[in-house]
T-cell receptor
Framework: GESVGLHLPTLSVQEGDNSIINCAYS??????FIWYKQESGKGPQFIID?????DKRQGQRVTVLLNKTVKHLSLQIAATQPGDSAVYFC?????????????FGSGTQLTVLP | DTEVTQTPKHLVMGMTNKKSLKCEQH?????MYWYKQKAKKPPELMFV???????INESVPSRFSPECPNSSLLNLHLHALQPEDSALYLC??????????????????FGPGTRLTVT
């Protein structure tokens, strides 16, 4: 299953399938991009990040792809599990004055169907 | 200990009340943040404290007043709020306010939030 992030805020996938969540960003000065997972009633939880000088990074069951040309970020989750159901946010991390600042994208609700 | 704690979990207040939200971390982090999150929306940055000094104020109305009494504590004082201020208020911390370089320095750890309802 695949979402287009800002334009399709919900994504439903069958358990065991792969999920792709997309995000567009705007700040060319951002040097880190991060994916967060937020479960109901909890704060955002770091999943994976990528530096702006990379185009791909893999973690455990997750892969982040960065396309700076079109300012696009995606999160791929392999073999999606029920525990993956949550809202996923991309975020840009950039230095603003004397402190780093996170700017979040609009988020995608991922629902894993049994 | 990688935990950021926030109290209270829930708060209901009238528009004439004064209340405070509290955030605490014991990771030795030198940057602390307040975010506001409306339902089904992303967190929006309100304030950043860097080494206990206010570093960023994202044009937040003066009815929200942050305070950083020491490096482990962050408060958000609330006064004369409006119903539209009802939201989840999230606190976060990171090891270094400005450093990039490695995730250990810039990763923000979030608390569970305080669910605020203004009546």
């Amino acid at each position: 299953g695949e979402s287009v992030g800002l334009h399709l805020p919900t994504l439903s996938v069958q358990e065991g399938d792969n999920s792709i969540i997309n995000c567009a960003y705007s700040n060319s000065a951002s040097d880190y991009f991060i994916w967060y997972k937020q479960e109901s009633g909890k704060g955002p939880q770091f999943i994976i990040d990528i530096r702006s000088n990379m185009d791909k990074r893999q973690g455990q069951r997750v892969t982040v792809l960065l396309n700076k040309t079109v300012k696009h970020l995606s999160l791929q989750i392999a073999a999606t599990q029920p525990g993956d159901s949550a809202v996923y946010f991309c975020a840009e991390n950039h230095l603003s004055g004397s402190a780093r600042q996170l700017t979040f994208g609009s988020g995608t609700q991922l629902t894993v169907l049994p | 200990d990688t935990e950021v704690t926030q109290t209270p979990k829930h708060l209901v207040m009238g528009m004439t009340n004064k209340k405070s939200l509290k955030c605490e971390q014991h990771m030795g982090h030198r940057a602390m943040y307040w975010y506001k999150q409306k339902a089904k929306k992303p967190p929006e940055l309100m304030f950043v404290y860097s080494y206990e000094k206010l570093s960023i104020n994202e044009s937040v109305p003066s009815r929200f007043s942050p305070e950083c009494p020491n490096s482990s504590l962050l408060n958000l004082h609330l006064h004369a709020l409006q119903p539209e201020d009802s939201a989840l208020y999230l606190c976060a911390s990171s090891q270094d306010p400005a450093s990039g370089g490695h995730r250990d320095y810039y990763e923000q750890y979030f608390g569970p939030g305080t669910r605020l309802t203004v009546t």
